[in-house]
């Protein structure tokens, strides 16, 4: 492997340690109840970057699974809420796919 093939695989590599930590924080806050005020732009932004930054290093699955839970935040907060299951469960799906890209835990 090349240098710049590593500095690449350990950019990967931190990219996925920090987007657990967000998936996680992502799941808990909305969890907690339909976010509004300032949790719901934390969320927007948490969400809405991983979108982003999902497809820019490689993980097409956590994009689209962040695109999918920021289109949902967009809407509830367009539509005044009402998706809170919903929420949920596109949280879940977006640790399952940061958590698939990380790979299996070394036991």
């Known amino acids: 492997m090349s240098g710049r093939e590593a500095r690449l695989q350990a ?10 930590a967000e998936a996680r924080e992502l799941e808990r806050l909305v969890a907690a109840g339909l976010p509004a005020g300032d949790v719901a732009r934390r969320c927007r932004k948490l969400a809405h970057d991983l979108r982003g930054s999902g497809g820019s290093y490689g993980f097409p699955a956590v994009s689209a699974a962040a695109a999918a839970l920021d289109d949902a935040l967009a809407r509830s907060a367009v539509e005044g809420g009402g998706a809170g299951d919903g929420l949920a ?7 399952a796919a940061v958590d698939a890209a990380r790979g ?4």
């Open 89 to 95: 469960l596109l949280a879940q799906g977006l640790r």
């Open 104 to 107: 299996p835990v070394a036991p």
């Open 11 to 20: 950019l990967r590599a931190a990219f996925l340690v920090e987007a657990a």
